[in-house]
């Protein structure tokens, strides 16, 4: 079963409440946390829709097959948890330990205990006589599955189509949905629509179908109707044959050859009159006769060792004993074969529909309480007055901006966007639009969504000068403390590449110069990223020559200082570039060659005198592509309407103490 977490961000504030009410409803909660924890999440409410029916009928203990599966998968969850912390405590890359050797040690001996625990189960399954054969689909997809996830976490991104992956996943997974697809391949060619080809299509498939879907329950329920029309011949033979067995003969056999050929069943009931080439009107007499005529040819007696001819008696004496010994039952069983073969099948299938349909219910049902819940905690968020991107939303100033959206949620039933659950939740771009389209439905006037669209027109690189004591003050004279001093100086740097440890060396010019933190910008990237501290610079006009070392700068890399062309008109966006400082900050910054996409990263500062603007980060590459001055398009607009708390300080740079 899933748990749906509260947005952490949205928690943060969330009011607290007095008096004995709440007190008890920590209790409560803490004693929650604790049950959850030993029962590892275990989805109980859930489990009480598969149980509570069969101990209403009272027949609990007479359907243990059924439910032993559920118990199973219990067992095995445990087991993967405590074999997963091992793969968690080994580092893949230097191979070592990240803990001490006797807890690696303890955690060793709890896997080895959880596994016991499995076997053991097995081994009572066997000795009461159970039926466990689906419980290698179980064993497969509780355990197999997960373990090679949990092994296998490297990521790996598929081939891109206009620079968007086909897929990007770790290798684990990707492994597991190969994995999958093998095996409906190939348990449906090996015996069609059994009990193998069920496990991997409700167990493995549909689950993965079901997370991917998860929070999108229309699209989810959407999918169960279609499968569910689609395999409606399946689904009425085994409502019939589950309830009412009686009706079956209704199936015309027709009907029930087609859904053999369709599911590509073998017989159940093997044709002994074919193996003795008789028909089924045959006498007992011929029977008889045949029967030894057959058995004198193929007898190991006069064949030898002949393994073929060996099968060939031994299928020929079963035939006799099934047509001498049980001739009316084998008759009454053979009439209607395909219907023989079908009925458990489908029946099977039906059960398995069942438990799809009622959990896509219930996921349905957990979703929109989580939906629930996640507006409640933004219109407390808002009701606390804290930080949103009033920008994106279209109102300013922000102090009015935030008297609106107060106003909005006083109401306690107000309608708000559902911020998904991460880590830290900060809404999308869709979170947005539905906000803009709430506050207008009221009435409230807003400025168009912020969307700018151009031209990158140039690519810079910015670095920070140290003096290196090795050169000396006397070579060079030490480095300017004067605004704008270097700029249309030439800069080279000698050093190796934090990427590739491959030593290289560049020279560019000068375009900008800020003496107080004797940060240089340069016209055009290096095309590596310099080591800080062991890079050695020059900087040279002339006869002048200044030397030194490169310091460590949080904005030094690549394709991280971009100037940026006017933005193309386009009435339904604000597009055209802000006059005022950091306008832009949090914002999303992607990038395209034509129409392949290049890559993203976030905006930290953005600098309207000079139409640049300063990234958190390099531009996150999606593959070969890289940004080109004058050719490459960039698209801005704001993504987040809880922004994420910068991860590096702001810089004034009007400010020379700074």
């Excluded at 989805?43 to 032993?68: C, E, H, K, M, T």
């Excluded at 969850?77 to 807890?103: M, W």
């Excluded at 100086?489 to 000698?494: K, P």
Aim: aromatic fraction near 12%; hydrophobic fraction near 40%.
């Amino acid at each position: 079963g899933r748990r749906v977490g509260v947005p952490s961000l949205l928690v943060e504030g969330r009011l607290k409440e007095d008096g004995e009410w709440a007190k008890y409803q920590a209790t409560a909660e803490a004693w929650l946390a604790k049950f959850n924890k030993w029962t590892y999440g275990t989805n109980w409410y859930r489990l009480a829709f598969i149980f509570l029916p069969a101990i209403i009928r009272g027949d609990i203990f007479s359907s243990v097959s059924l439910y032993l599966p559920f118990v199973f998968g219990y067992l095995l969850r445990r087991c993967v948890r405590q074999c997963s912390a091992i793969f968690e405590a080994t580092d893949d890359v230097y191979c070592t330990l990240k803990i001490s050797h006797s807890q690696y040690m303890n955690w060793v001996w709890k896997a080895v205990f959880e596994l016991a625990v499995v076997l053991t189960f097995l081994v009572v399954c066997h000795f009461m006589k159970a039926e466990t054969r689906i419980l290698v689909n179980f064993f497969i997809a509780g355990f197999v599955c997960p373990m090679i996830r949990a092994a296998l976490k490297a990521p790996h991104r598929g081939p891109l189509i206009k620079g968007r992956p086909l897929w990007d996943e770790t290798w684990g997974e990707l492994v597991v949905q190969i994995f999958i697809i093998l095996g409906l391949v190939l348990s449906w060619l090996y015996q069609g629509m059994d009990q193998l080809f069920l496990g991997f299509l409700f167990l493995l498939a549909i689950p993965q179908l079901q997370d991917r879907l998860w929070w999108k329950p229309e699209k989810h329920g959407y999918l169960v109707l279609a499968v569910l029309a689609c395999c409606l011949p399946f689904f009425s033979v085994g409502i019939v044959s589950r309830f009412f067995p009686s009706y079956l003969s209704i199936f015309p056999k027709f009907y029930l050859k087609i859904l053999c050929v369709l599911s590509n069943v073998q017989p159940l009931v093997k044709d002994y009159y074919a193996v003795l080439g008789l028909n089924r009107d045959a006498d007992m007499k011929t029977i008889r006769r045949v029967f030894r005529q057959m058995s004198l040819e193929l007898h190991p007696d006069k064949v030898g060792d002949d393994p073929i001819a060996a099968e060939r008696f031994n299928q020929v004496r079963e035939a006799s004993d099934a047509l001498t010994k049980q001739r009316a039952a084998y008759d009454k069983a053979i009439e209607n074969v395909e219907l023989n073969d079908m009925a458990p099948r489908c029946e099977a299938f039906m059960i398995m529909m069942y438990f799809w349909i009622l959990h896509s219910l219930i996921d349905w049902v957990q979703v929109e309480d989580a939906i629930i819940a996640m507006k409640k905690q933004l219109r407390e968020y808002i009701l606390q007055d804290r930080k949103l991107d009033t920008n994106s939303i279209g109102i300013e100033p922000e102090a009015e901006c935030r008297k609106v959206l107060k106003s909005y949620c006083d109401k306690e039933d107000v309608e708000l966007p559902s911020l998904p659950a991460r880590a830290y939740t900060t809404g999308g771009r869709e979170d947005i639009e539905r906000m803009r389209e709430l506050l207008t439905g009221c009435g409230v006037d807003l400025k168009p969504y912020i969307e700018v669209n151009g031209i990158v027109n140039g690519l810079h690189q910015e670095f920070v000068l140290l003096t290196d004591l090795a050169y000396g003050e006397a070579e060079g004279g030490g480095i300017s403390t004067t605004e704008g001093f270097y700029s249309g100086w030439e800069l080279t740097i000698d050093g190796k590449d934090i990427n590739t440890g491959k030593a290289s060396k560049a020279t560019r010019k000068v375009i900008a110069y800020r003496s107080a933190r004797r940060v240089v910008t340069v016209a055009e990237p290096l095309g590596f990223d310099a080591e800080p501290g062991k890079a050695k610079f020059v900087l040279k006009k002339g006869r002048d020559e200044v030397k030194g070392m490169l310091g460590f700068h949080v904005y030094g890399h690549s394709n991280q200082v971009m100037t940026l062309g006017e933005g193309q008109e386009n009435q339904k966006f604000q597009w055209n570039l802000s006059k005022e400082a950091n306008y832009y900050t949090g914002h999303k910054f992607e990038v395209y060659n034509g129409e392949t996409y290049v890559g993203w990263q976030r905006v930290h500062e953005y600098l309207p005198e000079k139409k640049m603007v300063i990234l958190k980060g390099p531009i996150a590459l999606m593959g070969e592509e890289r940004p080109e001055a004058g050719k490459t398009r960039y698209k801005m607009f704001p993504d987040q309407i809880i922004p994420q708390n910068n991860a590096t300080p702001f810089i004034n740079r009007e400010d020379p103490a700074e």
